[in-house]
């Protein structure tokens, strides 16, 4: 799920703002990003009056970070993929200070939403966003992670990491009003979308592994009846 991506906006010129933002956003993650990713990122800031330190934010030199503790999972979703929600949703005209904390609660909640679908995937690439201090007290190791086997211990550290999840989409609810127009349409779809993802996940046992993360048809009707009738985020 990728929230507010270049399609969701509604002209032209957000478009491509919106798309050079994300470019620098996935470049960033992955690899040392080319110079003229950033120019461009730059350029889009200045055009739009954005803070250009969210850019620069969004950059770990040293590569993604060991993380130890739950605090530290925070602190590299926030910097990362809360810089990211917070560039984008100043572009879409929310300057004020209080818009922050429940846009980073939402970046939050995306992240760890999408680190529980793509466990397998972000292991094999030599990221971990599971805190080992909680691997360690289930005597986990990240090789039990990817081979597919659901054991106790294993469902109750993917909880705690859906109830996290669970938490930052709470944090974040107000959005469901305090937004207007196109953005708050398409917040409602990620923001009940997500939730709908998590308890798909609980009802699968936590088995991530064995088939793609995508909920049923019914699931998904589910989420657009919410939405269109008025329910989600009350």
Known sequence: ??????SDWPREELRQAAGVLWDWHRAAQIEVPQRVLREK??????????PVQLVDAQLLEQGAPTIETAEDLFSY???????????????AGYTSNWIEVPVKQFARAIFLTRSVCLLEQDIEA?????????????NVTTVDLVRCTSSQAIQSILWKQVVRA??????CRSLNTDLKGWSRRRF????????????????????????????????????????????AGR
């Open 1 to 6: 799920m990728t929230p507010f991506p270049p």
């Open 77 to 91: 979703t926030d910097a990362t993929a809360g810089s990211h929600a917070l560039l984008l949703a100043k572009l």
């Open 41 to 50: 990122a730059y350029a889009v800031c200045r055009r739009f009056d954005l």
């Open 126 to 138: 030599g990221q971990c966003f599971i805190p080992a201090d909680i691997l360690v007290k289930g």
């Open 166 to 171: 669970r938490d930052a989409y709470a944090s």
């Open 188 to 231: 409602r779809v990620y923001w009940t979308g997500g939730l709908h993802i998590l308890g798909y996940i609980e009802s699968r046992g936590f088995n991530v592994w064995s088939k793609p993360i995508k909920p049923t048809f019914v699931r998904r009707t589910k989420i657009y009846w919410q939405i269109y009738f008025g329910k």
